[in-house]
């Protein structure tokens, strides 16, 4: 089996939530959401390199939340970078075997499934760069240049996640080009020097955490009879 290594992004400010302490922070059924991210990762699998990506003005903040909430899932620190895909970068640097799959997750999603995360990491190991989509439910409304707006046809989209994996060889040579700003995810990063991305069933439930309804949203997630994050 080849070694499995997560990239856990954890950049963000908050500022959609409207107060001081960013998303990631935030406690979710009496624990940090970051916390809860990175222990769904853990149950998966013991054996996976958790790399955590943190603004160098939060890394004392959270090693003190490790010592409040007696946090032991073993994870190194890479420093944030200005923009997303430098975080990522920064990242991959501790990532010292090519013949491995890596995998990059956002911090504020911690109902990722492991049956998404198992398949995603089987199509990487093929060889492929794997994202995890769902279907599209609402109808969709293009707007226009000119204001006026037209349906489209929402079989034709899917709304994407993460973690978003890859081989490790071919992620450090896409993150070896320079920056552009139409990156919006690994996944775009990969596909301009050429490669295809293979689509994986996602799961409903791997929401992100960005607003104050997401969090009421995740709160009633961890209360569910069944838990989405196993």
């Given at each position: 089996m080849m070694k499995q290594h997560v990239i856990i992004v954890a950049g963000g400010k908050?500022?959609?939530?409207?107060g001081d302490l960013p998303k990631q922070f935030l406690p979710l059924a009496g624990k940090p959401v970051l916390m809860r991210t990175m222990e769904n990762f853990f149950s998966f699998s013991q054996k996976i390199n958790i790399i955590l990506v943190l603004p160098q003005a939060h890394q004392?903040?959270?090693?003190n939340l490790c010592e409040e909430y007696s946090f032991v899932v073993p994870h190194r620190i890479a420093d944030g970078g200005e923009t997303r895909f430098h975080s990522v970068r920064n990242g991959l640097a501790l990532v010292d075997d090519e013949d491995a799959v890596v995998a990059v997750h956002d911090g504020v999603r911690p109902f990722v499934s492991h049956d998404v995360i198992s398949r995603c990491f089987d199509m990487a190991?093929?060889?492929?760069?794997?994202?995890?989509?769902t279907g599209v439910i609402e109808t969709l409304r293009l707007v226009e240049h000119n204001g006026m707006s037209v349906t489209v046809p929402r079989d034709s989209y899917r709304l994407v996640q993460t973690p978003q994996v890859f081989p490790a060889q071919m992620l450090k040579e896409a993150y070896s080009a320079g920056y552009r700003e139409?990156?919006?995810d690994d996944a775009s990063v990969v596909e301009a020097m050429g490669q295809s991305i293979e689509l994986a069933e996602g799961n409903r439930e791997n929401i992100k955490i960005t607003?104050?309804?997401?969090?009421v949203v995740a709160e009633a997630l961890w209360k569910c009879p069944y838990h989405p994050a196993i």
């Open positions: 908050g500022l959609r939530m409207g004392e903040y959270w090693h190991a093929a060889g492929k760069a794997v994202v995890p989509v139409e990156f919006t607003t104050p309804f997401d969090m």
